[in-house]
């Protein structure tokens, strides 16, 4: 008995160990298998990391608030700004210049002052972004569209193909300047995460100033705010709706509302019809001194859809017009920094940049503006004044010589410029035509007997009275009562000439003879020729001188336009913004 009871008391013990040495194991696995759980998941989100985090990968705050914001910070992944390209003016107090029109010129300037009446945009083109004297003039004849835009009455065009290769030259100058365009290029062409604008922002664009009633109506319903952005009431879609000024308020369907109404489209992809002209965006108007101000506020990518094809010759090769497209954006940018205090950021003409909203657009042109979205200029980090001109007449300018600010990155270069009508010109005037227009000008001499100028030779070298590219810097007449000396801007201005890139040649025809200057009057009958060349003030990009460059690249390049921007601007950075 006793043996049995020993035998069961080791079985017992040997069973009880047994299952107790299983159960650690198995809460040992159990720990174990909690503890790879644990290691699996991820850490926890810190709100002071991810605050420290944006802290450490935001930039400098910038002056240029309403574009630059905070990029959300990503506490785990590290993010790193990858380039999709590759690396490729304002005059301080004058205006600037608009892009050239097939048979007319024109220059932007810094602000636009309200017009007495609603322009409606011709079909003549700017020259560059806009110079206060003189016009610039537009590159040829408006081409026909690669394609109709939505609303844009343009007639359909032959499909663009990639520009052919044209040995010359001047083709392998082009190369040669390109590589060392590339070998000096300042920056990336991409912008860190931190430096990017959050949204594609909005341009106020002046359209005009009226005191008569208007009609305005939309394929959508609109809305209709007052000046605190309230909604007062809402039109119905294809309503056609009266708007003007009543006792110094803003009236819609006679009705006064308040002193600023805007109506918006409730689809932001529906345009609406100011007086039978399509727009993107919004339009406000404000009451001011018994006239309306009208203002289209519209996305800047949108705004350039409407600005670009007026700038340039739609046929253009693709590289050229997405450099415009480049310009214009950075262009709008910097005008919107210098005016954000002010009532409105551009004019739709010539005193900035040409705009026919949506009825001016191509598809050519609006396929540039996308290829290159958000991509501007930068000098020191800030939008250039990028300004541009139908022709530089074989070579560009410096800032200082034209308007007396030295811009760094408005300096004088070669131009390719091969357009007949536009690189070289002659006007034929008579002794007493000229002294006629000095005089109402106020700066009649008599009768003329000299000219006292630097005669016009090959680019490159200053004097003191041109500038590195041989426009004039100022010019001496000497006549029977004395002596004046202009400006070559003001002489542009006063004789109604395409540049300043010019001379005079008294008695002597410069098509039959050897093309030397003659500056001495005869005080007979005297003819006087003036051969110039080139098209506007010659500040930074040429138009005719892009698209020949842009016809001689490559093929395969599909990024060609920085080249044509990198040679113009002089030590930009190309950083894509949103």
């Known amino acids: 008995m006793k043996t049995k009871r020993l035998q069961l008391m080791i079985m017992a013990t040997l069973f009880l160990g047994v299952n107790i040495g299983g159960a650690s194991v198995a809460q040992g696995a159990t720990l174990q298998n909690k503890n790879v759980v644990v290691a699996k998941k991820p850490t926890p989100k810190s709100t002071v990391s991810s605050t420290n985090v944006s802290k450490v990968n935001t930039t400098k705050k910038s002056s240029f608030r309403p574009l630059v914001t905070k990029p959300v910070a990503k506490p785990v992944a590290k993010t790193t700004s990858k380039s999709t390209a590759t690396p490729t003016v304002a005059k301080p107090s004058a205006k600037p210049v608009n892009a050239a029109k097939p048979s007319t010129a024109a220059k932007p300037s810094t602000a636009a002052k309200p017009a007495t009446t609603v322009k409606t945009v011709s079909t003549a083109k700017s020259t560059a972004v806009a110079k206060p004297a003189g016009t610039a003039p537009k590159p040829v004849a408006k081409p026909v569209a690669t394609g109709a835009k939505p609303i ?81 009431s809402t039109i119905s879609a294809n ?55 009208v203002i289209n506020s519209v996305p800047l ?17 693709a590289a050229a017009l997405e450099a415009q497209a480049v310009a214009a954006r950075t262009y709008a940018l910097h005008t919107m920094e210098q005016n954000k205090g002010k009532l409105y950021d551009v004019s739709n003409s010539t005193d900035h940049q040409v705009y026919s909203g949506v009825s ?13 979205k958000g991509v501007v200029m930068l000098y020191n980090q800030r939008p250039i004044n990028a300004l541009f001109h139908s022709d530089g007449g074989g070579y560009t300018e410096d800032s200082v010589n034209v308007w007396g600010n030295d811009i760094p990155y408005l300096k004088g270069v070669k131009d390719y410029s091969t357009g007949t009508s ?9 002794r007493q035509a000229l002294e006629s227009k000095l005089n109402a000008a106020s700066k009649g001499v008599g009768k003329l007997k000299s000219i006292q100028l630097t005669p016009l030779g090959n680019p490159g070298q200053q004097t003191s009275d041109r500038g590195v590219s041989g426009r004039i810097k100022s010019v001496t007449f000497i006549g029977t009562s004395g002596k004046t000396t202009v400006d070559g801007d003001s002489l542009r201005s006063i004789l109604g000439l395409k540049s300043t890139l010019f001379d005079f040649y008294v008695n002597h025809n410069p098509a039959k003879g050897t093309g030397k200057a003659y500056h001495n009057f005869t005080g007979n009958n005297d003819t006087v020729y003036i051969k110039g060349h080139g098209w506007g003030h010659g500040l930074g990009m040429s138009q005719w001188g892009a698209a020949e460059m842009a016809k001689r690249a490559t093929p395969g390049d599909a990024n060609y336009y920085q080249t044509i921007l990198r040679h113009y601007y002089s030590g930009i950075t190309l950083k894509k913004m949103y």
Do not use: C
Not at 158 to 175: H, M, R
Not at 207 to 227: I, P
Not at 367 to 372: D, I, L, R
Not at 422 to 430: G, K, L
């Open 360 to 372: 001016g657009e191509y598809q050519a042109t609006t396929n540039a503006v996308n290829k290159t």
């Open 152 to 232: 844009a009455q343009k007639p359909a065009a032959s499909k663009q193909t990639t520009p052919k290769v044209v040995k010359t030259t001047e083709a392998d100058s082009i190369k040669a300047n390109t590589a060392v365009i590339t070998r000096n290029k300042v920056g990336s062409v991409m912008t860190p995460a931190t430096e990017r604008i959050e949204h594609v922002p909005n341009v106020r664009v002046l359209l005009g100033s009226r005191s008569s009633d208007a009609t305005v109506t939309s394929t959508a319903n609109m809305v209709v705010l007052n000046s605190g952005n309230g909604q007062v």
């Open 239 to 293: 309503r056609g709706t009266s708007v003007g000024v009543r006792g110094g308020k803003i009236a819609v369907n006679g009705k006064a509302i308040d002193t600023v109404v805007t109506l918006k489209p409730t689809n932001s992809d529906a345009p609406f019809l100011f007086e039978g002209k399509g727009y993107r965006g919004g339009l406000t108007l404000r009451a001011n001194n018994g006239t309306m101000m």
């Open 422 to 430: 536009t690189s070289n010109w002659t006007v034929t005037t008579s």
């Open 301 to 317: 990518e949108d705004y350039l859809y409407g600005v670009v094809p007026q700038e340039v010759v739609p046929s253009w090769p």
